[in-house]
């Protein structure tokens, strides 16, 4: 009787774990919506996101200019009855360059970059009737001091 007995309490001992097991279900799901709080603070880390790019575009601006582009440069007679007398930098000499061509209508239709000259230009171009945007470059060279 006594085995009996013993076998029992060891049943009991089984049925009272599954009982404990339903409570922590119920802690599980308690947790679901601490997940929940979690997703809402997602959106706080995607605004710091967008505040990164501002860093980069900032390390963009301290790349400085060389000054050899920023000296300023007498321009030839030829280039002078272009874009003036006065003594300017590279990249405004092309610029008012591109001032002129576009004021004029100057860049081809078909091929916009070839520069069709014109009475002013054509001493610039060598005597050429047309040259190529690219060459631009090499005419400001050829004509400043």
């Keep these: 009787m006594a085995t009996s007995k013993k076998a029992a309490p060891k049943k009991a001992a089984k049925k009272a774990a599954p009982k404990k097991a339903a409570p ?15 997703k809402k603070a997602a959106p706080k ?3 710091a996101k967008k505040a990164a790019p501002k860093k980069v575009a900032k390390k963009k601006s301290a790349r400085k200019p060389n000054a050899a582009f920023l000296a300023p440069l ?4 030829e280039l002078a009855a272009v874009i003036g007398n006065k003594p300017a930098s590279r990249p405004d000499i092309v610029k008012k360059i591109w001032d002129y061509i576009k004021k004029q209508g100057l860049q081809d239709s078909k ?3 070839m520069i069709n000259a014109d009475d002013k230009l054509k001493p610039l171009f060598a005597g050429k009737a047309q040259i ?13 001091k």
């Design 24 to 38: 922590k279900k119920a802690v599980a799901k308690k947790a679901a919506p601490k997940k929940a709080v979690a």
């Design 111 to 113: 091929n916009r970059r």
């Design 74 to 77: 007498t321009p030839s007679a």
């Design 132 to 144: 190529s945007m690219f060459d631009l470059a090499k005419v400001v060279s050829a004509n400043v």
């Design 45 to 47: 880390k995607a605004v």
